[in-house]
Each structure stands twice: as structure tokens, then as C-alpha cells.
């Protein structure tokens, strides 16, 4: 088995990805049963592979500026939970630029 090593902003955004996954786990883990929880980590598992797969062709720095994200976003938390398809899209349009 081969140990991947990461630069420390490798590990960085990974770690952020990581982060931001268990965020939104957790606010849908009282509406979500074992078996699409299970699903679900498996799809950010690959996601997370496929980041690293392909991280030696991503930008070095974001091309994105200082609060890039801020009118992207509500400015409070839904009150319904949101199905787990539109966090994801969320997690791919708001949040990925500014990781690279």
C-alpha cells in the first residue's frame, strides 16, 4: 500500500473539505437513516480521492477574493433541512473556488 504525502496546504485543504463535510453531516444526521448516511460518506470519500487525485492540476492560490462568498450565501441557516444533492452543489459552487 503506498502512504500518499501532502504538502501542508494540501493538508490544509483537505482538511477543509474534511471540515465543512462534517458540518453538514451533522445538521442532517436526525433526518438521515444509517443507509444514506453510509451512501452519503462513501460519496464524499470519492470526492475527497478525486480532489487529491487531481490536486497537482488545481490553481496554487484561489482565483477568487476576500469574501468571495459571502452574497452567495443566506444570510441565516435554513430552517428546513435541504436535501443532501443541494448541499453538495452548495459545497462545489460556493465553497470549492476558494480552496483551488
Avoid: H
Avoid at 504538502?7 to 465543512?20: A, S
Avoid at 462534517?22 to 475527497?48: P, T, W
Avoid at 441557516?77 to 448541499?87: L, V, Y
Amino acid at each position: 500500500m503506498r502512504c500518499l504525502q501532502f504538502k501542508e496546504e494540501e493538508k490544509k485543504d483537505l482538511l477543509t473539505i474534511v471540515f465543512v463535510f462534517f458540518c453538514v453531516i451533522s445538521s442532517k444526521i436526525l433526518i438521515m437513516d444509517a443507509d444514506e448516511f453510509r451512501q452519503r460518506g462513501k460519496e464524499m470519500v470519492d470526492f475527497i480521492a478525486d480532489y487529491l487525485t487531481n490536486i497537482r492540476t488545481r490553481r496554487v492560490f484561489p482565483n477568487v477574493k476576500p469574501g468571495y462568498m459571502r452574497p452567495m450565501i443566506a444570510d441565516e441557516a435554513p430552517r428546513q433541512g435541504e436535501s443532501w444533492d443541494q448541499i453538495f452543489n452548495d459545497v462545489e459552487r460556493v465553497i470549492m473556488p476558494g480552496v483551488c
